[in-house]
């Protein structure tokens, strides 16, 4: 009986215990669930970091022609044309812009041309027309000699004159259709001139 007894006693003694351990593990899980939560996170949050160290770059841009100051400017990731314009000290007058659109997110490394005509690549192979200009090039009205001018459709030696005087009087043609300001220049020659000019 006492052996009985003895044995009951040990038998209760190690429920008691084993249901205290047990007992004891739900307030140890949540616990352990957080490293877990974390160690799952880890991956996800690098990742983010590292999109917003790539996203947080700057961007180098080169902003060329009718501009207060043109060279390169720095501007914050998703900026667009018209804000790497305004960087540059905005245009330096009634500039023809429609060739540029100006809610165009820019890239780094780009170069922004305004109011001017892209350059030939030198040494491109193009043969030189009778102005003078790449074969298939335009001729620029603001740098022009006379003589370019002179062999232009429409235009004599007369006509080529007004163009430079006007240009001196006036500064930098700023669009094709200032020409109509020339003296000499209607409607219908502007429409001569339109694919063989540029500013």
Same mark, same amino acid.
């Given at each position: 009986m006492h052996v009985r007894a003895v044995?009951?006693?040990?038998?209760?003694?190690?429920?008691?215990?084993?249901?205290?351990?047990?007992?004891?593990?739900?307030?140890?899980?949540?616990?352990?669930?957080?490293? /877990?939560?974390a160690? $799952? &996170?880890?991956?996800?949050? =690098?990742?983010?970091?590292g999109?917003?160290?790539? @996203?947080? +770059?700057?961007?180098v841009i080169d902003v060329v022609g009718h501009v207060h100051r043109p060279g390169i400017v720095i501007l914050p990731p998703g900026s667009r044309v018209h804000e790497a314009i305004e960087a540059a000290g905005g245009l330096t007058g009634p500039v023809d812009t429609t060739a540029l659109n100006m809610a165009r997110k820019l890239t780094d490394g780009e170069q922004i041309l305004v109011g001017i005509a892209p350059v030939a690549?030198?040494?491109? /192979?193009?043969?030189? $027309? &009778?102005?003078?200009?790449? =074969?298939?090039?335009?001729?620029?009205?603001?740098? @022009?000699? +006379?003589?370019?001018?002179?062999?232009?459709?429409?235009?004599?030696?007369?006509?080529?004159?007004?163009?430079?005087?006007?240009?001196?009087?006036n500064g930098q043609f700023s669009s094709v259709d200032d020409l109509l300001e020339v003296r000499g220049i209607g409607e219908a020659t502007l429409e001569d001139l339109r694919d063989h000019v540029t500013v």
């Open positions: 044995a009951a006693v040990i038998a209760v003694v190690v429920l008691l215990i084993g249901w205290q351990v047990v007992s004891g593990r739900p307030s140890a899980a949540p616990a352990g669930g957080s490293p /877990g939560l160690i $799952d &996170a880890g991956p996800s949050s =690098a990742s983010t970091a999109a917003d160290t790539a @996203a947080g +770059e700057e961007l690549p030198a040494g491109g /192979g193009a043969n030189p $027309d &009778a102005s003078g200009a790449p =074969a298939g090039g335009l001729i620029n009205l603001n740098t @022009a000699t +006379e003589a370019e001018l002179d062999d232009l459709p429409g235009v004599g030696p007369v006509t080529a004159a007004s163009i430079l005087e006007w240009r001196q009087e």
